[in-house]
């Protein structure tokens, strides 16, 4: 047996509803907070409002809480476009990743014996006739020693002649 004893079901249990208990007491706690949060910016942005008397004090209230209105209106606006354009971005890496996981497995090889000259055949098609035998294309070349001995002598000399 192990040195440890196993947790009874009702210790357990009991275990369970104190964490239940202290994370519902947290979830409150943080509700409150933010309601806190949001009376409070609510109070700093949004001074009381005092209805004027005349018609004209009325207007200007008017123009100004519609200029407040298109600036948000444009804030929100610009954060939707880039919303929508990093979820496209998202999407599209999602696609690539879906790709590169593999889909399709490599086809197996076979062996193939085949020579050189029926590979070519294959590659360029029955029009072309073309022969692997290499050494028939090389040209010859004679080389002359006395040339050669030659050239060395005016290399090792330090004068050039040109010709």
């Known amino acids: 047996m192990s040195a440890e004893k196993k947790m ?12 239940l ?3 519902e007491a947290m979830l409150e706690e943080e509700a409150r907070e933010a309601e806190q949060e949001k009376d ?3 109070e700093e942005s949004c001074p009381p409002l005092s209805i004027p008397n005349c ?21 929100r606006y610009d954060m ?10 998202i999407d599209d890496l999602k696609l690539m990743v879906r790709d590169l996981g593999g889909k ?5 090889l076979k062996k193939v014996r085949m020579s050189a000259d029926a590979m070519l055949a294959a ?3 029955s029009k072309h006739k073309v022969s692997m035998d290499l050494r028939a294309n090389l040209k010859q070349v004679k080389k002359e020693v006395k040339e050669e001995v030659g050239a060395a002598d005016s290399l090792t000399s330090g004068t050039f002649r040109y010709e």
């Not at 009874?8 to 964490?19: A, G, I, V």
């Not at 939707?80 to 971005?89: A, C, D, H, I, L």
């Open 80 to 89: 939707e476009m880039k919303m929508k354009k990093s979820n496209k971005e």
């Open 55 to 75: 018609m004209q004090e009325l207007q200007e209230l008017c123009r100004k809480v519609h200029k407040q209105i298109d600036l948000v209106d444009d804030e």
């Open 40 to 42: 409070q910016y609510m």
């Open 21 to 23: 208990q202290i994370g």
């Open 123 to 125: 590659l360029l098609g």
């Open 104 to 108: 399709f497995k490599k086809p197996a």
């Open 8 to 19: 009874s079901s009702s210790r357990r249990n009991q275990l369970k509803s104190l964490l």
